[in-house]
């Protein structure tokens, strides 16, 4: 089946440190990917999104690259801050046809010491 | 332009009782999607509505059923609730169908069952 697996949390970093979510997928078809993120009491807000293979997105210093020969999109950013503590959910959604839902890794906690 | 809005933010609901919760999506969209989070289970699909028809239905009893009025607003109605059915609910919309391009997410509302 359809499936996408994120590396356990939580992660703990300090300040102007690098972050590494790594996130790997199962799908029939040619998946979109994406990356949200969750802060505490609120919904989810998409951080960003590629949608075929080699695409690169990125968005307020995040990044993540479509590997379809490895099937992932880890998800990147050189240094990070106080205020990217969240959850991150990395999810696919199938190309067209009934699909069109989201599927989504259980999602990592990053907190982010000063 | 507005967000996705849900109502209520917060419910108490007694087990046994039903509940019924809204999303208006972003104005133009037609597409509105529900997931339920739990911290168990993760997010999980309900549903999927695009102009008042459902498209696509997760794997949840027939408890759980919804539907889409021609201003593109959807409900959702949880019927006999159980403890278990306390969790974040939260509704997603797009300006299409099975979209590659990504979801925006309401701030989801939070139902305990008591």
């Known amino acids: 089946g359809n499936s996408v697996t994120q590396m356990e949390g939580p992660v703990t970093l300090s300040e102007e440190a690098f972050l590494t979510i790594n996130c790997t997928y199962t799908a029939t078809g040619y998946p979109s990917l994406f990356w949200y993120v969750q802060y505490p009491g609120e919904g989810l807000q998409l951080l960003l999104k590629a949608t075929k293979a080699d695409d690169k997105g990125s968005n307020k210093g995040f990044e993540a690259t479509y590997r379809k020969e490895t099937t992932s999109f880890h998800l990147e950013k050189g240094s990070v801050q106080v205020s990217d503590s969240a959850v991150y959910f990395c999810a696919l959604s199938l190309n067209g046809g009934s699909q069109g839902n989201l599927i989504f890794g259980k999602g990592t906690k990053l907190s982010v010491k000063p | 332009k507005a967000g996705v809005t849900q109502t209520p933010r917060y419910l108490i609901k007694t087990r046994g009782q039903q509940v019924t919760l809204s999303c208006s999506p972003i104005s133009g969209h037609r597409s509105v999607s529900w997931y339920q989070q739990t911290p168990g289970q993760g997010l999980q699909f309900l549903f999927e509505y695009f102009s008042e028809t459902q498209r696509n239905k997760g794997n949840f009893p027939g408890r759980f059923s919804g539907r889409q009025f021609s201003n593109s607003r959807s409900e959702m109605n949880v019927s006999t609730l159980e403890l278990g059915d306390s969790a974040l609910y939260l509704c997603?919309?797009?300006?299409?169908?099975?979209?590659?391009?990504?979801?925006?997410f309401g701030s989801g509302t939070r139902l305990t069952v008591v």
């Open positions: 997603a919309s797009s300006n299409k169908p099975s979209d590659r391009w990504g979801y925006t």
